[in-house]
């Protein structure tokens, strides 16, 4: 049975696939981070190598020792991991040396199993060097070789790459689908599994790690306590939150990302108060602080911000200096009307349009 929720198109596709007995040489899967795209991974690797006559079983010797990360054949590429590293310090990128121990292995035929498993992920971390050397296997399969690509952002893979491969889209569930998922599925008690399906914003992975780890839920809080103090604080404190986030930026692009998701979920959920749909507010656990401070901005405030928000993430992407986009998104924080310094609406569309 397949483990993923949600997904019913892509693994229908999946699974025809495989019943005509023609997988593709290789798969891109893409979707939001936590969307299900391992999970699914993992769960195509055992369709192929399962000993069930209706695959994914997840019960026989084959299914368990790929979910335990226990078999010859299904190997596991990313930062973290080249298959027989014993190196404590994540990689910044891809290396070339763990895809040509790939080369090497895909080579070698299968040694338990029916085919042989390499899943890649992050592949748009994959080094210049790394992905071109992956381009020439890909370019050239293998018989019983399966290569499964994830990424959040296939732009930023070489076309020559993602072209090579079956693409295939993972989207998040909608709110009530996560929620009755955590719910009835996971046994979460409601009030819970709707708070974790709206901030998950359907990318059950987040949800159900935030459920089954304290600290993961903690951690979001404190961030949204952070943002509340850098918002009601003096430009000293805001310069020093951005200088913060620029100095984190260079060691991991993807947590910076993360924080940029959380401003923009607070100011849209400010947003949603101020027209009176706070009933579709993500931060539902805080709905009576998000009422109550929308009604110390103006519309037209809010919107404003938050478009600098997502304009400092597009910016990011286009390798802007990080200190510079994320100072010049602290000064525009708009001020709250009733407190010193207060400009009023008309103020503030005269200075900042
Ligand atoms: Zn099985």
Known sequence: MWQVVGQSRVVSLLQHSLEKGSPAHAYLLIGPAHVGKMTLAINLAQALNCEASQPPCGECASCQKIALGNHADVQIIGLTSNGN??????????????????????????FEGRYKVFIVDGAE???????????????????RVVFILLTTNE?????????????????????????????????????KAELLARLSHGCLGWAIMAATDGAWLQQHNQQLDR???????????????????????????????????LWL????????????????????????ELIDM????????????????????????????????????????PEKKGEPGEISTAQFEVNYG
Not at 305 to 330: D, H, R, S, W, Y
Request: net charge negative.
């Open 227 to 261: 943002l509340l103090d850098v918002i009601n604080a003096d430009y000293e404190e805001r310069f020093a939150y951005a200088s913060q986030l620029a100095a984190q930026f260079s060691q991991n692009r993807g947590r910076v990302q993360e924080i940029l998701d």
């Open 265 to 288: 979920d607070w100011w849209r959920d400010l947003l949603l108060a101020k027209i009176g749909c706070s009933d579709t507010i993500t931060n539902i656990d805080r709905s009576a």
């Open 85 to 110: 590293s014993t190196e404590a310090k994540p990689r910044a990128e891809i290396s070339i040396d763990q895809i040509r121990q790939v080369q090497h292995l895909a080579n070698l035929p299968p």
């Open 155 to 191: 732009s930023l893979l070489p076309p020559t790459v993602t072209s090579r491969c079956q693409q295939l889209k993972l989207r998040p569930l909608a709110a009530t689908e996560a929620e009755a998922a955590l719910n009835s599925g996971l046994g979460i008690d409601p009030q």
């Open 125 to 143: 971390q994959l080094s210049h060097e790394a992905a071109n050397c992956l381009l020439k296997t890909l370019e050239e399969p293998i018989g």
């Open 294 to 333: 929308a009604r110390r901005y103006s519309l037209a405030q809010i919107k404003v911000f938050i478009g600098n928000i997502q304009a400092v993430g597009e910016q990011l992407k286009l390798n802007a200096n990080p200190q510079l986009v994320l100072e010049t998104l602290m000064l525009s924080i």
